[in-house]
Structures are given as C-alpha cells and as structure tokens.
C-alpha cells in the first residue's frame, strides 16, 4: 500500500476559489513535499514541510502537517486555470528514496 | 538552462526486444533516479545512483538495467521487455542523496507501451 494517500483522488473547482487536498501517510517522516504535474509532463516540486514545523506558506499556496494524525494539507488560494494538474505529496522516511501517494487530480473551470 | 532530458519521449515496442531509455543531467548533480508511473500508483521508485558507479535497486527493480559510467547520464534498460512494464517513466536528480530527500528535478516523461 502506498506510504502517501491524497484525498479526494480528483476535484473539480471553479476559477478563484480554493483547493484543498489532504495526504495521510502511515510511518513516521522527516518531511514531506508537494510536487505538481501538469498532464504529460513531469513533476515540478512546490514545497516542502519538515516534520517539526506545522505550517508553511508558498505565494498561493498553504501546507499543513498534522504528525499526530499523520497527515497533510495542501491549500491553493484563488485557484487560476493554469492550476490545472494533479498533485503529489511525498514523504521522506529516511529510506533512500522518497515515496509518493497517488495523486489528487485538480479541475480549476475558467 | 538546468534540465533533466530523457529520449525517447514515446516508444511502442514489442515483447522481448530489448530497449534503453536515456536520461542525462546539466546539473552536476550526483543522486539520479528512475520511477515508474502507473494510474492509481503514483510513483514507484525503480533505481537510483549515489554517484557514479554507485547504483541500488529501488522498490520495483525487476526487469530492469540501469548503469552509471558518467555523472550526467543514468540510462534505464529493459533487457526483455515484458507488457507489464507498460507505463510513464520518469527520471529524477538531485545535488545529494541528502538533497533528494528534500527535492529532485523530474525529466520529462517517457510513455512506454510493450505490445
């Protein structure tokens, strides 16, 4: 099973209002990213939030990370139609590797 | 310009006819790494590199080859390429392992489809 799990799996907004999309990971982190992939191409890293801080901001963009419950929050404020993309978080667990969850798909309507 | 460039960006193939996939680096990066992306899996990690000549299988390394003679090139290789490595595989770097663990720099995107 996968290490991040994004929730909902795809969402469909309108232009200027905000996204919200949650990741819930099951062992303990050092911190954890969201990346951005526009359709086809590859992933682009947003931010990064490391396992003692709780917040953390980014121009339109909000992270939270809750350690207790093992999980995170990515918020787009104003969403625009170029915000267009799926989003993923990843989890750094001290493994040689990242581990990514599967991905929320973002609809922004114009 | 800093990139991660993989070729090709497509390939149909058939099964058992080996095939390689290329991805280099302008970054002097020392960590590189292949996934796989497949739909309700995110990213499956296939390979790294910590350096040049050091390589280690990834979560899902069966079926494939990877090597690393120089640092800006991690080709991937599939030796018999089988319909279940069907799929988008991308290839990361990163400065560090250290580094990768904070942010890695993504290719393109290679489209696979093994008939």
């Known amino acids: 099973s996968q290490q991040g799990e994004e929730d909902p799996q795809a969402l469909s907004i309108q232009e200027g209002e905000n996204a919200t999309m949650n990741c819930s990971y099951k062992t303990s982190i050092n911190n954890l990213q969201w990346y951005r992939q526009n359709s086809g191409r590859g992933l682009v890293h947003l931010i990064l939030i490391r396992s003692n801080e709780r917040e953390k901001h980014s121009g339109r963009l909000r992270v939270t990370l809750d350690t207790s419950k093992k999980s995170s929050s990515l918020l787009i404020t104003a969403s625009r139609a170029a915000d267009t993309a799926s989003y993923f978080c990843a989890t750094d667990t001290g493994r040689r590797a990242l581990t990514f969850g599967s991905g929320t798909r973002l609809q922004v309507q114009p | 310009e800093a990139q991660v460039t993989q070729n090709p960006r497509y390939l149909i193939t058939v099964t058992g006819k080996k095939l390689t996939v290329t991805c280099s680096q302008n970054?002097?990066?020392?960590?590189m790494s292949w996934y796989r992306q497949d739909p309700g899996l995110g990213l499956r990690q296939i390979y790294y590199s910590m350096n040049v000549e050091v390589t280690d299988k990834g979560d899902v390394p069966e079926g494939y080859k990877v090597s690393r003679k120089e640092k800006r090139n991690f080709p991937l290789i599939l030796e018999s390429p089988s319909p279940n490595q069907t799929s988008l595989y991308f290839c990361?770097?990163?400065?560090?392992?250290?580094?990768?663990?904070?942010?890695?720099?993504f290719g393109p995107g290679t489209r696979l489809l093994v008939l």
């Open positions: 970054m002097n990066h020392e960590y």
């Open positions: 990361a770097s990163s400065y560090t392992l250290a580094m990768a663990q904070e942010t890695q720099y």
